[in-house]
């Protein structure tokens, strides 16, 4: 009997550090003796776009939805074909809207008459050179495109903005904080939290910047890039005695 206590005792005793591994640890909250000062600082860069983003495509009508489609397909593949001597890879040319509708005259007292139908199809495009962009448009236009719409300008790699942007919030956050110390009449003693919010400007399109109709060629179509806006914003925390 006291062997099978002692043997329930030896069990029990090599269970509890497994009991012991198996709760969560639990970090000590730093304690702020002093006044604690919450701001926001900004960090802020710019740089001149590199990469355009713009919507070309085909509109076309007949009286048959096939012929709509069929000459539609016809000119969009002119329009591809156009793209591909230009140099755009695969890669910058996807597919975003395909569509086909019937066409109504509406008379009074009368019910709606099918009179055609619509087809549409347009492809987004990226240009890696911002400087070739216009002439490349200018020879979709003569290639059947009727639909340009854009551009959204952007830039292809921003981490090394973004980072300097972070630096810049930073050195921002702590003069800052520097600042209202020394209005309180008081010093910083520590930085005790950062969390980011980034402001990086999402490329910005010019709703129907050009738009040809009936097959116009538009000459010397030109693309100012200007420049971006890269920010990063950060919450800053700092303990003041």
Not at 17 to 41: C, E, F, H, K, M
Not at 84 to 111: C, F, H, M, V, W
Not at 161 to 183: F, N, P, Q
Request: hydrophobic share 45%; charged share 20%; net charge neutral.
């Amino acid at each position: 009997m006291n062997q099978l206590f002692l043997a329930a005792a030896a069990l029990g005793a090599v269970a509890l550090p497994a009991v012991a591994q198996s709760q969560a640890v639990i970090a000590p909250v730093q304690t702020v003796t002093g006044t604690r000062l919450d701001i926001t600082a900004t960090g802020e860069v710019r740089r001149v776009p590199d990469i355009a983003i713009i919507s070309a495509g085909v509109m076309t009508r007949s009286a048959s939805a096939t012929g709509a489609i069929q000459e539609n397909a016809a000119r969009m593949e002119r329009v591809r074909a156009a793209l591909k001597r230009a140099g755009i890879a695969d890669r910058d040319i996807q597919t975003s809207n395909i569509s086909l509708n019937p066409e109504y005259r509406y008379q009074e007292n009368q019910p709606p008459q099918l009179t055609g139908y619509t087809a549409s199809n347009q492809v987004s495009v990226k240009f890696r050179d911002i400087r070739n962009t216009g002439r490349i448009l200018d020879a979709l236009v003569a290639e059947g495109a009727n639909q340009i719409n854009g551009p959204s300008l952007t830039i292809d790699k921003p981490q090394a903005a973004l980072d300097e942007a972070r630096a810049m919030a930073i050195v921002a956050g702590r003069a800052r904080a520097e600042l209202y110390a020394k209005a309180m009449g008081m010093r910083v003693v520590r930085l005790l939290s950062v969390s980011e919010g980034v402001g990086y400007s999402p490329p910005r399109p010019v709703a129907n910047m050009m738009r040809a109709e009936g097959g116009a060629v538009m000459a010397d179509s030109k693309i100012d890039p200007g420049e971006q806006e890269v920010q990063i914003t950060l919450s800053m925390s700092f303990e003041l005695q």
